[in-house]
Structures are given as structure tokens and as C-alpha cells.
T-cell receptor, first 112, second 117 residues
Framework: SQKIEQNSEALNIQEGKTATLTCNYT??????LQWYRQDPGRGPVFLLL?????KEKRKERLKVTFDTTLKQSLFHITASQPADSATYLC???????????FGKGTKLSVKP | EPEVTQTPSHQVTQMGQEVILRCVPI?????FYWYRQILGQKVEFLVS????????KSEIFDDQFSVERPDGSNFTLKIRSTKLEDSAMYFC???????????????FGNGTRLTVT
């Protein structure tokens, strides 16, 4: 069956460091992958989208890579800040119909 | 910036009762979705809706669930006879373009927390 796995349930890092979050998938051949941020009690907020023919995408302090051979995406936050503390979700299009399916997320805590 | 709004923010109901969760999607969006998130679990797809009909639904979306766009602005999710396991956060989302072909991001509301007692 199709699976999306975000390897770390929680990641704790020091302010100023780079956070790297991992998203692996199996039994998919997604055309693109999206990353969202979710704060407690709130809905997910779209951050970045990367297509299968793109190796890397950047937006301010965020960088996403997409390796279709490894079936993996990495999400980086450089110069992390306490305000970056949240749960980060990766999402893939499911099958031919195409609605988004989410991973369980990685909870990032950035300590001052 | 336009946003998706959901009401109520919290709904408590007794098992077996019907509930209607309401959403106002972003005005120029054409595709609408319901997702749910059980506490501590992942965000799960329920149903997508376009052109006044369901375009896709998950195995969770059984006969107890229905969706409707009763007017030009509201999008509702009805649960006919709630069960304890329906307790979750229900998120409405909309997108300008459908997921089937294009890579349109989803814009989520802040959810309705449904508690079934």
C-alpha cells in the first residue's frame, strides 16, 4: 500500500542551526510534493511545492529537495528561530484522482 | 489575505446526533475539501468537491457523511449519526485549481473540533 513516512516524530535544535526534516514515500510515483506547517489547534499552512523534475526549491530560509530515486524529500530551515517551532507535514498526490495525502508530521522545537 | 473560515470552532454532541460543520471557502476557489485529524494522528482526506458534486472520497467517507454547497458561499459537512470515533478536528480546505492535474496548494481553515460524548 502507499505510505508516507516522516522519520522523526520530534526534532529539537538550537536557535541558529539548520533543521533538516525527512519525508519518505513508498509505492508512489508522485508528480510533486508539498510541505505544510501546522501550529497547535490550527489548520495546515502551505509552504513549498516541488515537482518531480526539480531537484531543489528555495523560499527565504526554506529549502526543499526531491529525490525520486530515493523516494525522499528533505526540508531544511536555515538559521532557525524559536518562531519556526511547529509541526511540518509533507503531502503527496494520491493516485490518479490526485487528492493530497499527508504524512504524520515532524514536530520541530527550536530552543533559544 | 483571503482565508477559509469554519464554524463553529468547537462542537460537542451526543452519540447518535446529527452535526453540520460549516465552511466558507475562499471566494474565487472552485475546489473544496474536507479533511479530519484525530488527536495526535495525521491529517486524513475525506472528500473533494467540484462543480456541485463529489469528485473523490476516501474509505472514511461512508454513508454517514454527506457534503453540500447550499449556496454560493457555504460548503458543509454533515455527519448523520455521530459515533465516538468521529471525535476529531475537521478541516475544510479550498484550492483555486484541482489537484488532479495541477499542483495547486490547499488553503485550510482552522478547523472545527468535534467532540462526541
Amino acid at each position: 500500500s502507499q505510505k508516507i513516512e516522516q522519520n522523526s516524530e520530534a526534532l529539537n535544535i538550537q536557535e541558529g542551526k539548520t533543521a533538516t526534516l525527512t519525508c519518505n514515500y513508498t509505492n508512489y510515483s508522485p508528480a510533486y510534493l508539498q510541505w505544510y506547517r501546522q501550529d497547535p489547534g490550527r489548520g495546515p499552512v502551505f509552504l513549498l511545492l516541488i515537482r518531480e523534475n526539480e531537484k531543489e526549491k528555495r523560499k527565504e530560509r526554506l529549502k526543499v529537495t526531491f529525490d525520486t530515486t530515493l523516494k525522499q524529500s528533505l526540508f531544511h530551515i536555515t538559521a532557525s528561530q524559536p518562531a519556526d517551532s511547529a509541526t511540518y507535514l509533507c503531502a503527496l498526490k494520491r493516485g490518479s484522482q490526485g487528492n493530497l495525502i499527508f504524512g504524520k508530521g515532524t514536530k520541530l522545537s527550536v530552543k533559544p | 489575505e483571503p482565508e477559509v473560515t469554519q464554524t463553529p470552532s468547537h462542537q460537542v454532541t451526543q452519540m447518535g446526533q446529527e452535526v453540520i460543520l460549516r465552511c466558507v471557502p475562499i471566494s474565487n476557489h472552485l475546489y473544496f475539501y474536507w479533511y479530519r485529524q484525530i488527536l495526535g494522528q495525521k491529517v486524513e482526506f475525506l472528500v473533494s468537491f467540484y462543480n456541485n458534486e463529489i469528485s473523490e472520497k476516501s474509505e472514511i467517507f461512508d454513508d454517514q457523511f454527506s457534503v453540500e454547497r447550499p449556496d454560493g458561499s457555504n460548503f458543509t459537512l454533515k455527519i448523520r449519526s455521530t459515533k465516538l470515533e468521529d471525535s476529531a478536528m475537521y478541516f475544510c480546505a479550498s484550492s483555486e485549481i484541482g489537484q488532479e492535474i495541477y499542483n495547486s496548494p490547499l488553503h485550510f481553515g482552522n478547523g472545527t473540533r468535534l467532540t462526541v460524548t
